[in-house]
Structure formats: C-alpha cells, structure tokens
C-alpha cells in the first residue's frame, strides 16, 4: 500500500494493519479454560477509543485447514474464483480467498443439495437422500452442527465440486468485535483485551474458534499484521461519572470492560465508588487480574469486590447469588443513584443476573414485581442500567 492508498480514518472497511504486541496466558494451570491477555498496539493509525467500545479483529483461517480444502477440491489453490457474495472486482486465487474471505465453519443444507446432484457412490447418495428428508429437520441440524466445509468434502469424495461452485457456498468471514479491557487515559496507543480462546473437539476433529486461535496462535508478536479497528458503542460512563457510584457485574471475560472502566475512574480521579461482581470457575486458575484487583481493593479504588466460584465448592455460586446475598446494599447503592452495569454470557448469566436485579428491587424495594419490573425499566431509559452482552 503506497502512502497515497493509505486511508485517512481507519474503519471495518478500511481497517488499521495492527500488532499484537502481547500475549500471555491468564488462566492458569489447570484451569477448564484458556483465558489470554492480548495488547494490540494503535500508535501511527488515528484511531482513538473509550471505555466501553469495542475493538474489531479480521482473523484468518488455519493454513491447515485451507490446504486440506484445496486437497480434497483436487485443486492446486491457484485457480480463480469469484465468491458471489464478496463482490469482487476480479477473481482472486482459491488460496487467498479460503484464507482470509470466507468461513470455513456452519456448513448449510444447500450444499449437500448441490452434491446430491453429483455424487456418483451409490451410498454417499442414500446418506444425502436420507438427510434431506422433511421429516430428517432435527437430524440434518444436528448433523451440520458437529461439521464443518471440510467434513463435508471428505464424507461425500465422489460428489466432485469445482473451486467455483464450492466457493459460493461460503457465507463473508465476518470480523470478531471484542470488548476493550483498557482506558485510552493511560494507554492511548494500545489495546488491551481479555479474551477466551475457543477449542473443542466435534466430529472427531479438533475444532479452534477462527479469531481467538488467530490472536493466540498464528498472529506472531510484533509481526503479523492484524486487520483492526474501533467499533463504538453506547455503553459506556456516564459523561459526568465522577461522582457516581458503579456497580459492574462482568464474569469470566466480562471483566474486560470494567477493568477499562475502573482504570478510567482511577486515572481521572473520580470519587464515585466502584464495587465490581467477577466469578468464574476456580479462584485458584480462573480470578483474571487477581493482583489488579487486589491493588486497587488495597487502594480503596474498588470500594467492593464479590467473587463467584461456581467449582470451589459444592454448591455452585454464581455472580447473581454474590448479588442476591447483598441485597440490602445493592439496594442502597441504587437508591444513592448508582449505576448498574452488566457484561458476558447473554444466555444464562445476563438473563439470571437481569431476574436477582428485579427480584431484590422488590424485595429491598417493598414493591410488587410489576413496580419493580416499572422501575427497572426506567433505569434503562436513564442509561443507569446498561448491558454489553454476546
């Protein structure tokens, strides 16, 4: 890219060549997960962010993978193609187009609609038939759910496709947007996040979550060029937070963007109180920036910190219970005027935390729940509830 090319602002379209220029584990031996602690570095680009944005990545996908794509395709990788979906100017190599365009993952029915139509082994035939079946809908779902493109190929080898008509079956490889685990206060030129990096096995293959296994595994430290840029969002400090009180619920890699938040807090010296709610599996594996947290306990700059470990005991704790057994305070804190943020799992976690904050309004609150439900309603029209949950 000559210097007349480079863009003036940097945006999903046009986004910023970055480096990682940190990566360590912050799990620690022993622990379920995987939890990675990544510094991507913004100096040169213009991007700016603030608490509470997110940051998107472009990863690519694994060479292996690709290689075996355009073996099973009896392709050499080289040939021109032209995805529908991507618009293209002109056709580009398979190779390329496999790498870094399209998603290798979530294969649908139509593909096996268009092998059906090829394939030349009696059985490999019977076994698409069969899926394809109106009455086969759970089947056919459960079985694309434990595939993926490459699975696909190998099960149905006489089904011949050609690069062009394999390729337009792919759907974008869209980028990854994760929550900013930095102030921009004290760090201007880097971005920091807390990120959970995905592998599992389906289908007897080891499967990897394409951007997560990018930032951990195949974007070299200070080298590789990660495809970036700042995705702002509506969540975030109120403009006048000094004075406020927070009240932040983020487990597992929900704590990204209060450890932003509470950096901000420190950093412009707000005297609102912060009381942060952070569990996970094991304290002794999974308690993400424990010294951090300890720090500014020790500081008086986190005036509560409650911590959950659902695996440390018998009976499951989770965040929601950390909260239910301070309802009393809780209450208080909301009352004085705090605000009541929530980040992470939008399945379970946002969902129970959402039912232990209406339950102790009414509670704590002496109000029948269709009050409660009123008032939390008009929290969120304030801005002083708010949710960054995926």
Known sequence: MSSTDVPSVFTKDHPFPAKIVENRLLSRPGSAKETRHLVVEISGSGLSYKVGDSLGIFPTNRVTEVAELIERLQATGDEPVSPAMLKLASPLPLREVLTSRLTLASPTQKILSTLLGKVTDAAEKVKIEALLKPEAKEQLTAYLDEREYVDILAEFPSGRLTPQEFVDHLRKLMPRLYSIASSPKPHPQHVHLTVAIVRYRSNGRERVGVCSTFMADRA?????????????????????????????????????????????????????????????????????????WTDYVAQGQVARLDLAWSRDQATKIYVQDKMRANAAELWAWIQGGAYFYVCGDAKRMAKDVDQALHDIIAEQGGMPIEKAVEFVKQLKKDKRYQRDVY
Do not use: C
């Not at 080298?223 to 995705?231: G, L, Q, R, W």
């Open 220 to 292: 070299e430290v200070s080298v590789t060029a990660v495809p970036t840029f700042v995705s702002h969002s509506h969540f975030g400090l109120p403009e006048d937070h000094a004075a406020k009180d927070l009240i932040m619920v983020g487990p597992g890699t929900g704590i990204a963007p209060f450890r932003a938040f509470v950096q901000e807090r420190v950093a412009t010296a707000a005297t609102g109180r912060n009381w942060v709610f952070f569990g996970d599996q094991k304290k002794a594996t999974d308690y993400l920036y424990e010294e951090e």
